[in-house]
Nanobody
Framework: QVQLVESGGGLVQAGGSLRLSCAASGSIFSINTMAWYRQAPGKQRELVATITSGGSTNYADSVKGRFTISRDNAKNTVYLQMNNLKPEDTAVYYC????????????WGQGTQVTVSS
């Protein structure tokens, strides 16, 4: 059984920073791509950033230059450093990872709320 557990969400003023963490646990053989998604009220879930096992990253245009995704492979953990936060960043942020046990499957975390006040 694989679990992804996010932490680090909260309430912050516009211009502030937060760092999200997502730790994978269970009978893990390997982790390939890891990603962060977000879903604002009344909107579809959208991709925020991805990072491959080799460290290549990709970002949504709306967060480029403000957010940084990183990972610690030894800890099976992915991070999202969010700087210069804007009210439109308010959403539930979800961790997503392709994890190999006996098979390779995409897994989701439970989500963590980020609220940015103006």
């Amino acid at each position: 059984q694989v679990q992804l557990v996010e932490s680090g969400g909260g309430l912050v003023q516009a211009g502030g920073s937060l760092r999200l963490s997502c730790a994978a646990s269970g009978s893990i053989f390997s982790i390939n791509t890891m990603a962060w998604y977000r879903q604002a009220p009344g909107k579809q879930r959208e991709l925020v950033a991805t990072i491959t096992s080799g460290g290549s990253t990709n970002y949504a245009d709306s967060v480029k230059g403000r957010f940084t995704i990183s990972r610690d492979n030894a800890k099976n953990t992915v991070y999202l450093q969010m700087n210069n936060l804007k009210p439109e960043d308010t959403a539930v942020y979800y961790c997503n990872a392709r994890i190999s046990t006996t098979v390779a499957l995409w897994h989701w975390g439970q989500g963590t709320q980020v609220t940015v006040s103006s």
